[in-house]
């Protein structure tokens, strides 16, 4: 498969790049960060994102860059996984295209693509709410990063897991509920 992950400026952004680290073992993965993503990333982590990617192989794009291949109808993805600030939500419910992340947006819903949208914020506000019922409304799956008690995993991993899940990908990073 190929999968593109865009990260917007969104605390816990390191879900996202956990995300992209695990499938990328398997699958490609193509990433582009928000500059505000970065930023984020650099606060909470200290992390330096062009090391990380190199170090796990994953292909990067500049958020500027809107001649990237992932910014056309051409360029053939089968998932594309959002991780999204309220920001991200409001620039692409208007079409706005400004950047490689929005354009990216705008292209897969157009070719009617499996798009995911992991909203980062916390709480919803009344604005982001109608946002991401709008977005869903448009074909979208709306996974935000939620925590369960019952698979005994790691919370990360059960995240990671669900979406892994929603995108088609086989995993054993949580166990499933099997009843009693």
């Known amino acids: 498969m190929r999968i593109l992950i865009c990260i917007s400026g969104a605390s816990g952004a390191k879900l996202a790049l956990k995300l992209a680290k695990f499938l990328n073992k398997e ?29 796990h192989k994953i292909t990067y794009f500049k958020d500027s860059n809107l001649a990237a291949s992932v910014s056309s ?46 909203p980062r914020e916390s709480p919803f506000s009344s604005i982001m709410l109608k946002n991401l019922k709008k977005l869903n409304s448009l074909g979208c799956i709306i996974a935000p990063a939620l925590i369960s008690t019952y698979s005994k995993s790691k919370q990360s991993d059960f995240i990671i897991g669900k979406w892994c899940d929603l995108i088609g990908i086989k995993h054993n990073l949580f166990k499933r509920w099997e009843g009693k």
């Open 27 to 55: 699958h490609k993965v193509y990433v582009v960060f928000s500059k505000g993503a970065k930023l984020v990333l650099k606060h909470e982590e200290g992390l330096n994102i062009k090391k990380y990617l190199k170090k």
């Open 73 to 118: 109808g051409s360029f053939l993805i089968d998932c594309a996984f959002f991780y999204a600030s309220c920001d991200f939500l409001a620039n692409v419910l208007y079409g706005r295209t400004n950047t490689l992340i929005t354009r990216a947006f705008n292209v897969n819903l157009k070719e009617n693509r499996k798009i995911i949208i992991a």
